[in-house]
């Protein structure tokens, strides 16, 4: 007989109820253990035992946070686990938010400890990391098997109440909080110390480590409108049909450039979308509901702005890397600042 | 999307999840409609869903035309 109780919450795919075509399902409740979390249960063992898993459609999540956080606040709050746990999320997007937010709502609404495990570069990170632990993960599921005992190991911990140490020592990351403790050596001393180490060029560790996202100051704002030059961009993944430059739906290494000079609307009989991260049936109906092509034109004739700059950028922004996207950006921006644009709207699924 | 902004170009985020777009960092950030189509509702009839379209595209325009000082959800 399990002596502690875990619930745990996977998305749609994990929960194998199926891809794309199910990312709107609200949360519903699978009895024991699901996908990853027969893995996980394997690994926490005998005395341990996920008694339910909290299932959701990607999308339904992440366009409802606060309805969908409270309804698996309701559920797990019905099961009185000693642990929440969620995903591992890797590096999917949605789902990331999804673990996140449904990890912090528990914590707080509950006071019950959560767990849940993401890539780096997961926006889940960024946004609740503050509140809960986030394990690092691969950004693939084909590491899953690294992820799961590494959670296991911190679920057990919390659901006995252990005391957590710092996140380098328990392998989280950071949570932007500060703890007071005694140390032998005043903070002059240790800055000191600190200094002499960097002078010499060896390594060392700062105790207050900046953030690093940044930010950058907005532009000014476009005078006169009506003699602006605007160009569309997105990161839906709206290509010609047969995706002639190849971006790849996943991941994308490049973007690309399509003329659209003359062009009032995109048809579908034209274009498409090769995104894999979104239900693509009304994007390929109507590409116009990911790139705005028809409404700009509109506002190009009626005199609204001056001109719908003659091509529009493309790329898929699905676990798309950072760098790559900053790579992808800076091109951009050259181009289109050599080509004498004023301003841009950019569209992301 | 930072990067054109970075080079001096302002720059609408029509984005179907404002969240995400807040923690990347974009500066002027409109909401859309949904991740699949952000810019349509393939519920309305014709007519009613380009409008919607034109009236997303029109705030987009309109937040490139106001000054902003941090990061502003219009």
């Known amino acids: ?349 | 999307m930072k990067e054109i902004d970075r080079a001096g170009l302002p720059v609408a985020h029509l984005a179907a999840i404002v969240p995400i777009s807040l923690t990347v960092g974009a500066n002027r950030i409109v909401p859309a409609v949904a991740i699949p189509h952000p810019l349509g509702n393939p519920a309305l009839p014709k007519d009613e869903e380009r409008q919607l379209r034109l009236n997303l595209a029109k705030k987009a325009l309109a937040a490139l035309q106001m000054e902003v000082k941090e990061q502003t959800v219009f």
């Open chain 1, 1 to 349: 007989m399990a002596r502690y109780r875990v619930v745990h919450y996977v998305n749609q795919f994990f929960a194998q109820i199926g891809g794309e075509e199910e990312v709107n399902i609200p949360p519903l409740i699978k009895e024991g253990a699901v996908g990853p979390g027969r893995a996980l249960q394997q690994a926490l063992g005998e005395e341990w035992e996920i008694v339910a898993t909290v299932v959701c459609g990607d999308s339904y999540f992440a366009e409802n946070i606060e309805t969908a956080s409270e309804t698996v606040v309701a559920i797990v709050s019905s099961y009185q686990p000693n642990v929440f746990v969620a995903g591992p999320a890797f590096n999917a997007g949605r789902y990331g938010v999804a673990c996140g937010a449904s990890c912090s709502a528990v914590g707080e609404k509950l006071g019950i400890p959560a767990v849940t495990a993401m890539y780096e570069e997961n926006p889940g990170l960024e946004l609740y990391r503050k509140g809960i632990c986030i394990i690092p993960t691969a950004d693939s599921a084909l590491r899953m098997k690294d992820a799961i005992p590494r959670m296991a190991s911190l679920v057990r911990k919390l659901g006995l109440g252990q005391e957590i140490g710092p996140p380098q020592e328990e392998g989280y990351f950071p949570r932007g909080l500060r703890v007071n403790r005694f140390v032998d050596r005043t903070g002059a001393e240790r800055a000191v110390d600190m200094l002499l180490l960097k002078l010499k060029g060896e390594p060392f560790q700062t105790e207050y480590p900046m953030p690093t996202f940044e930010r950058i100051p907005p532009s000014l704002p476009i005078g006169d409108l009506s003699s602006a030059t605007i160009a569309l961009v997105t990161t839906g993944g709206i290509v010609p049909r047969g995706n002639p430059d190849r971006i790849e739906s996943a991941s994308a290494s490049r973007f690309a450039e399509y003329d659209i000079a003359g062009l009032d609307a995109l048809t579908p009989a034209a274009y498409e979308t090769v995104h894999g991260g979104y239900d693509p049936v009304y994007a390929n109906e109507d590409p116009d509901r990911v790139l705005p092509l028809d409404a700009m034109r509109a506002l190009e004739k009626d005199g609204t702005i001056g001109k719908l700059y003659d091509r529009y950028y493309v790329t898929v922004g699905n676990a798309t890397s950072v760098a790559n996207s900053e790579r992808f950006g800076k091109a951009i921006a050259a181009e289109l600042k050599s080509a004498g644009v004023d301003g841009v709207i950019l569209t992301s699924t």
